[in-house]
């Protein structure tokens, strides 16, 4: 039985919201407190000369941490986030992303 | 509010310690005081350094902020305002931050009780191109305002512009701890070597140095630096000198200077002495390195074995200054933000009563452990070696231990970047 075409779409359409609804603030905030927190802060201020977070939303961050994934330098703190975003997942970010712009505003 | 460390806590550390592979002692020995804590402070914006008078009327700076006060009875006056801010009683707009610089030690007058005078390092727009300055301030009656504002030292050097280094943005390496010695009664002035291969060892130019002078700003009788060299100069060929203290029993002079991805030391100092530090390109067998200046090379954006890092670029280079001052420790070969030293006394502090104690931002890079914690050090009385290291517990937790002061009343206070203040007691 062939599925109408409008149901593929509308299942893909569901499924895709599902990723974007998919970030785990959770696990968001788990792994800001392991790998974050330690320079930006546990409330995302910013210290010392580390950046604030608050206030950045998540298109802001994940675009960030993509660009250290990749290696690419931005801002004078490149050294520091290059190798510490070298190992994330796309969950990861996706999960960094949501927590952090929900709760640093 | 008051809380005891908890088994919770004392695991954490232990893990912490024993992940870091660090030369830790078990803490838990009988012969040393259980611990608690308070928050005397929070909600500070980038606090830096504190000094107490007797009472316990406690000063303490904000990198981006300025200098304050805590009464005994808790009420904090605000005393003197940097550039763009408005809530102070005294505003100085040529006080400012960028980076690591802004205002960061402040110290007491050992005469406090006669001339009200307090002292603070703080960056500065007033000269052509921006400096670090001592000012020494006087403070009024009921301590709810500073006047009589004099810069006794305003051509401390500052890193004006960014460059292609780890922590690259200008005000960098700025050092800035102030404390007078008890031993000689000078006051001792710690720089930074501002990312610049030229500074450390320059003779006339003051970061990557230890400056001794009196309270006029004037170099302290006695000082022995090399001939040639500004005579305000004790010690010279530092990195980036935040934390220093003096020995308990022989008044040296000990600092803590942080390393570049590797081997943080702690130094007992030597009059005129040189620290070995001389990041320059095309001597000591390297080549260029970026912006004329090697001190992360030669791996500045990558993991790397601290100690192949060492053998590049030492933090005391002995092969090239055969004389150089030897560090007592250097962390394990790691760097991990070694910022503030005190010694604790006392009998309250049991088996604790004269460790050296050190504070950590705390910072890993390329694999290397965090390491946010505070260390006990039983350092020779020679200062050359030490013969202990522990750790603290730490009933509040770890955080970026930016200063320790040891409070008039015996107890243990540390500021942290997060913007708190506490207080720790033994029990």
Known sequence: ?105 | MSQKPTMRSLSGVMATAMIAGLATTATANKDTPELSHTTVVSGLENPWDMAFLPDGTMFFTEKCRGLSVRLPNGDVNKLLGMEDTEDYATTADDLVCQGQAGMNGVTVDPDFEENRTVYVYSASSMSDERTNRVLRLKVNDDISNVSDRTDIVDDISYKPAPTDHPFGDAGAHNGGRIRFSPEDGFLYVTTGDTHNGEVPQSPTMLGGKVLRIDRDGKAAEGNNPPEGFDPRIFTYGHRNVQGITFHPETGQPIVTEHGPWHHDEINALVNGGNSGWDPRPNMAGRDDCPDNYCGYQPNQGEGMDPDEREAYMPVTDTETYPDAMKPAWQNNSLSQGIATAEFLTGEQWGGWDGRLVIGFLGIGFGGTPVGQRINLIDIAQDGLSVNDVSELPLPMGSARFRSIVQGPDGDLYTLVDEGDIYRITPE
């Open chain 1, 1 to 105: 039985m062939k599925t109408p075409l409008f149901i593929v779409i509308a299942t893909a359409l569901t499924m895709g919201s599902a990723i974007v609804q998919a970030a785990d603030t959770s696990a968001g905030k788990t792994k800001y407190a392991d790998s974050c927190a330690q320079c930006h802060g546990p409330t995302g201020k910013g210290m010392a000369s580390f950046p604030s977070l608050a206030g950045r939303d998540a298109d802001y961050i994940t675009s960030r941490l993509e660009t250290y994934r990749a290696g690419e330098k931005v801002g004078s703190n490149s050294a520091l986030m290059i190798p510490n975003a070298a190992d994330l997942s796309d969950d990861d970010i996706a999960n960094l992303a949501a927590y952090i712009s929900e709760n640093f505003q």
